[in-house]
């Protein structure tokens, strides 16, 4: 899917969608400001980039309305269109199948996958597994190109309730349950992953692991040689917070980060 074996993969959050609280944009601004950031990242060199509706909060459990689905299908083509790059999606929280329905529109890579194996409790309330439903879903619709790649013990949630279940289980029963990538994070947005996390997945589970969070321009080094890939937002944006928008100079500095690690 990529050029390379560890890819970076930029992290669009498009603007609050119709219907959301702070929904201000028309979804022509909407489109024209995801298409800029989508330039940024392609002069910079990153390898592909994802789309996530991170400003909806607060977010609905398990699914969402046609509006949103809408919407994002049409950010998704024109994000496509204008990178020319790998590109996956991620619909909060927890709107799996219809993330994929607007990756399989849209001609996207992968969709990124809260609560694939095992449940938890997120601050929307329960997300339970939806392994099974989302990839006969998947076969339903013509959709087996579109990879699912599964967040293992995801950030901004409770995992008291399989406590007894480490990460590296959960990771080994994602693949079990026919997972193409895990994700692994720190606690929240912008936090590191724990290395011993790392570890203990790479010990049970044999697909790609992706870093969901966390990973800088200064701890890059330190991550390199333990993960296939790195999904990366704050650090991409002005004065490292999520909610702001890319930053080139950031990009550019992660990206040389990078070429030093290879």
């Known amino acids: 899917m990529f050029s390379v074996s560890k890819p970076v993969i930029g992290m669009i959050h498009v603007g609050a969608l119709p219907g959301t609280p702070a929904s201000r944009a028309t979804m022509r601004e909407l489109e024209d400001a995801a298409v800029a950031e989508c330039a940024v990242y392609r002069e910079a060199g990153v390898h592909g980039v994802m789309l996530e509706n991170m400003h909806d909060v607060p977010y609905l ?9 809408a919407a994002m299908t049409v950010l998704a083509m024109a994000v496509r269109a204008a990178s020319g790059l790998p590109c996956g999606i991620q619909i909060l929280a927890g709107a799996n199948h219809e993330a994929l329905a607007v990756a399989h529109a849209a001609g996207l890579d992968w969709v990124r996958v809260e609560g694939f194996a095992f449940a938890h409790v997120a601050d929307e309330g329960i997300i339970e597994s939806s392994a099974a439903s989302l990839l006969r879903f998947r076969r339903q619709i013509g959709a087996e190109r579109v990879q699912v790649w599964a967040d293992v013990k995801k950030k901004h949630a409770s995992h008291a309730i399989t406590a007894d279940v480490g990460i590296g289980e959960t990771a080994a029963a994602a693949e079990f349950m ?3 990538a895990v994700i692994v994070t720190g606690a929240a947005t912008g936090a590191c992953a724990a290395e011993q996390d790392i570890a203990e997945v790479r010990g049970r589970c044999g697909l790609p692991l992706y870093l969901g969070s966390g990973v800088t321009a200064e ?3 330190r991550y390199f040689a333990g993960a296939d890939g790195f999904i990366v937002g704050s650090e991409f944006k002005a004065g490292g917070r999520w ?3 890319v930053d080139a100079s950031r990009v550019e500095r992660f990206i040389d980060a990078y070429a030093r690690c290879l």
């Open 243 to 245: 909610s702001e928008g």
């Open 61 to 69: 459990r398990g699914g969402v309305g046609p509006e949103i689905t």
């Open 219 to 221: 701890n890059l080094p």
């Open 178 to 180: 026919r997972a193409d």
